[in-house]
């Protein structure tokens, strides 16, 4: 069965500094990746996804993703935090239930904090 | 704006009684989902739908059913709230065909209080 971790429930990181919000997976086959952000009292937005290609994935908001099949991780990176991104962050994976039908398969998050 | 759109946005509602929770979709996908968010449990599947007049059972189904009736509408419904169904319900839908593989569309979703 296809699952996530994330390790971490929240990363505190100071304004200006690089932050990483870590991710693991386990999916049999190539995997189809995910990152979403939660604000306060919102739904989950679309940050980045990996399909095929390159491993270092551009989404939004100045965010990347680093996929390394090796170690079957998909980090969230970022040169520069904001305070603004302090929120939710969510990893996924596509998988199939035994129906065939696909479904995203979410982490239990981690919480970014981010200090002025 | 295209979108999910999520009634109401927060509900308190007293043990026994049952309740439906709405969700409308303009973006003509041809999946929808039903998650609830748990603390420290991310989100768990309930029940999704692949298209119009089908739907599935997800991770946490019981004590809630779904319907689909067209592309556009996945309504929850709690037939007899308990406590444990407190929780942060979101819809969301994708288009599940894609092979780009898209992700999902979420809204905003439905605080819920049962107590």
């Known amino acids: 069965a296809q699952s996530v971790a994330q390790p971490e429930d929240q990363v505190n990181v100071a304004e200006g500094n690089p932050l990483t919000v870590k991710c693991t997976y386990s999916?049999?086959?190539?995997?189809?990746l995910f990152w979403y952000v939660q604000y306060p009292n919102r739904g989950l937005q679309f940050l980045l996804k990996?399909?095929?290609?390159?491993?270092l994935v551009k989404g939004s908001y100045g965010f990347e993703a680093e996929f390394n099949k090796s170690q079957t991780s998909f980090h969230l990176k970022k040169p520069s935090a904001l305070v603004s991104d302090s929120a939710l962050y969510f990893c996924?994976?596509?998988?199939?239930?035994?129906?065939?039908?696909?479904?995203?398969?979410f982490g239990t998050g981690t919480r970014l904090l981010v200090s002025p | 704006t295209a979108g999910i759109t999520q009634a109401p946005t927060s509900q308190i509602l007293a043990a026994g009684r049952s309740m439906t929770l709405r969700c409308t979709q303009d973006?003509?996908?041809?999946?929808m989902y039903w998650y609830r968010q748990d603390l420290g449990l991310g989100l768990r599947l309930i029940h999704y739908?692949?298209?119009?007049?089908?739907?599935g059972k997800g991770e946490v189904p019981d004590g809630y059913s779904v319907s689909r009736a067209n592309t556009d509408d996945f309504p929850l419904t709690l037939a007899s709230a308990v406590p444990s169904q407190t929780s942060v319900y979101f819809c969301?839908?994708?288009?599940?065909?894609?092979?780009?593989?898209?992700?999902?569309?979420f809204g905003s979703g439905t605080r819920l209080t049962v107590v």
């Open positions: 969301a839908s994708s288009d599940s065909t894609s092979r780009t593989g898209d992700g999902y569309t």
């Open positions: 999916v049999s086959g190539n995997p189809y």
């Open positions: 990996y399909i095929t290609g390159d491993n």
């Open positions: 996924a994976v596509r998988g199939l239930m035994n129906t065939g039908f696909q479904k995203l398969v």
């Open positions: 973006m003509r996908h041809n999946a």
């Open positions: 739908s692949n298209t119009a007049g089908t739907t």
